[in-house]
């Protein structure tokens, strides 16, 4: 059965683009009322929907399911349609939804590959359609901009790892021919954006190893590009739009009005009149947002977040944000996914057509589940281990790990005292201090506290971390607390000196650790899910 389903996903996948294609020759020819793209994208929903709830996933589906049922309540109250309204939450939220489906779904086949092929189809249709019907056979040119620049890093990456050179060049020629041909800011820009990236990241990776001879040559290449993408500019079909727009607008300065005309065509001027209209209206509207029933009759403003405010009001978009902010922070996206992630929010936040537009927000969901599936384990000498404590005992305990500290890239942050000063000269770089204080001074300890709060940001920021591993006590906490916020593993070890309480700070890093070791038998009726890992001494 599972492989029955694995293989629908794939085919669903693969049909992404096609069913784009049937969906702009069926609105073009008013041939139906409900679209090819709308009907299967509405299964897709309700098979990712019914996998989450196999595989229950409590904790959203609750978190959701009560959310939807009290918004279309207070809309239904308010007067609105419930078609157009539960047809916009689910508009809105696909990509949350198929955020969590990709997040636990596991397939072998799902993979750089099939992306870059998926990728190639979409060039492929553009390019034929154009040189046959003399134009574009999607019905939103803004939507198709975002999927080719939103997964070119992915597609690139696979390319340069592969050494598949022939389908490189092929690749390349159809997407600078769908550049021209698309003739949108968001193509052009975005295609030097993620060119630019690449050579940062060749030069980071191999500057030791460049020669003379090859930095000479990089450059070249710029210098001889910058011109070449100047020229190509100049005679494209975007630079003709935006010259079109400055001369019929008049926007020869600029300014204010030259950035809301020419760069976000009119967008700022649809968002202050929507939010003027937003502002008027009753309380339950800033709760609730304006609805779908209204804003299908009025000019969104293409700007995703100010789309979805507009839509679900306050409650709804601090539900999205939450719902969003997990995703990225369970999934702990990494290099060339992380990057196409950034700029996919890019796109949506200036461009718009990505978080909700069904036929892009699929893809920034997808990365999920490409992330989870070419993540390489990194080699511990890689791994990146911070080993954290309070002065005193618990750091005489952390010490103890002393001979496993060179199998990985580690840094030491303590308190620091008269007791461990010395250890500067021994450890040089690879040991840093935080403040000490103690809460006996209940007054000076605040400012301490704060303090050190700021100075483990800084810590945390510089080394990243991989894994964070500590004994408590105080000195531990917001370090545990950042690392659990951006996807850090942390392990805990319960103080040697507790054998019949817990610590304060082992209540409270006990509900967000990755691992909870206790060396007492009898402390695991505090923490049922810690492993017994003995004395540490």
């Not at 592969?162 to 390349?172: E, M, S, T, V």
Request: aromatic share 18%; proline share 2%; net charge positive.
């Amino acid at each position: 059965m599972k492989r029955i389903f694995d293989k629908l996903v794939i085919i669903l996948l693969i049909c992404q683009p096609i069913l784009d294609v049937i969906t702009y020759f069926q609105i073009n020819n008013n041939s139906s009322f409900f679209t090819i793209s709308t009907i299967i994208r509405s299964i897709i929903l309700i098979i990712t929907f019914l996998y989450l709830i196999k595989i229950k996933d409590k904790k959203f589906l609750i978190f959701f399911i009560l959310y939807v049922i009290l918004d279309i309540s207070l809309n239904l109250f308010r007067g609105d349609s419930f078609i157009e309204e539960a047809k916009g939450l689910s508009i809105i939220f696909y990509y949350i939804i198929l955020g969590h489906f990709f997040s636990n779904y596991k397939n072998e086949f799902i993979t750089d590959r099939l992306v870059t092929y998926i990728y190639l189809i979409y060039l492929t249709i553009i390019v034929v359609t154009r040189l046959i019907f003399g134009k574009i056979s999607f019905y939103s040119v803004n939507d198709v901009s975002s999927i080719l620049i939103g997964l070119s890093p992915i597609v690139i990456n696979y390319l340069i790892k592969k050494k598949n050179y022939g389908l490189g060049l092929l690749i390349l020629a159809e997407l600078i021919g769908s550049i021209l041909i698309l003739g949108t800011k968001t193509t052009f820009f975005g295609f030097i954006i993620v060119v630019l990236y690449f050579i940062i990241r060749y030069i980071k990776n191999h500057y030791k190893n460049i020669s003379k001879k090859k930095l000479i040559l990089i450059i070249s290449i710029v210098v001889i590009a910058i011109p070449i993408i100047g020229y190509i500019f100049v005679n494209s079909y975007a630079f003709e739009r935006i010259m079109k727009n400055i001369n019929y607008f008049k926007a020869y300065k600029f300014d204010y009005y030259f950035i809301n005309k020419v760069i976000f065509s009119r967008r700022l001027e649809f968002l202050i009149d929507l939010f003027n209209i937003f502002i008027k209206s009753p309380i339950l509207t800033f709760i609730i947002g304006l609805g779908s029933t209204l804003l299908n009759s009025m000019k969104f403003v293409e700007m995703d977040i100010f789309d979805i405010f507009f839509r679900i009001g306050i409650l709804g978009t601090l539900i999205y944000i939450y719902f969003f902010i997990d995703l990225l922070r369970k999934n702990k996206l990494k290099s060339i996914y992380l990057f196409s992630m950034i700029l996919l929010i890019f796109i949506s936040l200036f461009q718009g057509h990505v978080l909700i537009s069904t036929c892009v927000s699929i893809y920034p969901a997808l990365l999920f589940i490409l992330n989870k599936s070419n993540s390489n384990k990194i080699k511990n000498k890689d791994k990146r281990v911070i080993f954290i404590s309070s002065t005193g005992g618990h750091f005489n305990e952390i010490m103890q790990l002393e001979p496993i500290f060179k199998k990985y890239d580690y840094h030491i942050i303590v308190e620091k005292d008269k007791t461990n000063e010395h250890l500067k000269n021994k450890y040089k770089n690879r040991i840093n201090y935080l403040p000490y204080g103690t809460r006996a001074k209940l007054f000076k300890y605040i400012f301490i506290f704060t303090y050190m709060v700021l100075k483990t940001i800084f810590y945390y920021i510089k080394y990243r971390p991989h894994v964070i591993v500590t004994t408590g006590t105080h000195t531990a906490v917001p370090m545990c607390y950042l690392g659990h916020l951006f996807g850090t593993k942390v392990i805990f070890i319960e103080t040697f000196a507790n054998r019949t309480k817990p610590s304060l700070s082992g209540r409270l890093i006990y509900p967000i650790s990755d691992m909870f070791i206790v060396q007492w038998e009898e402390m695991k009726k505090f923490y049922p899910k810690a492993v017994d890992g003995g004395s540490i001494f």
